[in-house]
């Protein structure tokens, strides 16, 4: 990146500095309020989120495709979502529009990296020459074959791929190819409310713990809630008590959280 590239990326997020999170309801009023006609809360309801287009865009900085270019086209995804956003549902923008800035910022790095000129060393033309031959995709093999870093490799593969097969190229009266590859993504509607139920999940889950005793509480975040949970045996050394007496503490909570659960499994349902 240039100089003068950084330093107009530098008073870009200089800009954002002042920029806030909205609360939920005043930005759920201004969507509604742009949504109706009044511009000036649609700038309101964008300029909140530009912070977070720019942490969406540090994820692809590595992709040889200048930031501040990333950063535009992630906004111009943020501008389509908050088209979109309907305000009926229990979703903050942000969630929402993250699937449309990271489709925007991905469309746009796929174009990129295909206009970039690869050949241009003999470590590249090793890498195509022996992926063209074997097709393999193992950054350490062609890392091994070219000379380039596993780094380096990992970066070229998807031009790699690009070029042996376009994109963008229509056969006969098909439409050209990307238009017809199958999206294995969730839609922005689905991808947003699974989030919502996730979040819904953990704060029910987080409620129905606080309804147990404390001895409970402890068996229960001991033995299901982390990764390298300790055994009965030690549990019972931990509480003075016996192995078996842990296992029916512990039978008791689960009981006492199913419980508390269900009511929340009938309204996902």
Known sequence: MGTAEGGSLRAYR???????????????????????????????LVEACLPFVVSIALEYRRWG???EDIIQQGNVGLLK??????????????TYAAYWIRAEIREYVVRAFRVVRLGTTKGERRALRAF???QTTDPAALAAISGLSEERVRLLLPLLSARETSLDA???DMPPAMDRLPSTSMSPEDEASGHEIRAQAGRAVRAAVEHLDER????VKARLM???PPTLQELGNRLGVSKERVRQLEERARSKLRGELEAF???VA
């Open 14 to 44: 200089e800009s954002l500095a002042g920029l806030h999170a909205l609360e939920r309801d005043t930005e759920r009023d201004l969507a509604q309020r742009w949504l109706a006609g009044d511009q000036r809360a649609g700038v309101q």
């Open 65 to 67: 495709v200048p930031l």
């Open 81 to 94: 979502a908050a088209a979109k956003f309907d305000t009926k549902k229990e979703c903050r923008l942000a």
């Open 132 to 134: 063209r031959r074997s």
């Open 170 to 172: 229509s056969v006969g």
């Open 216 to 219: 409970e509480q402890m068996i």
């Open 226 to 228: 982390t990764e390298d």
């Open 265 to 267: 499994a009938d309204l």
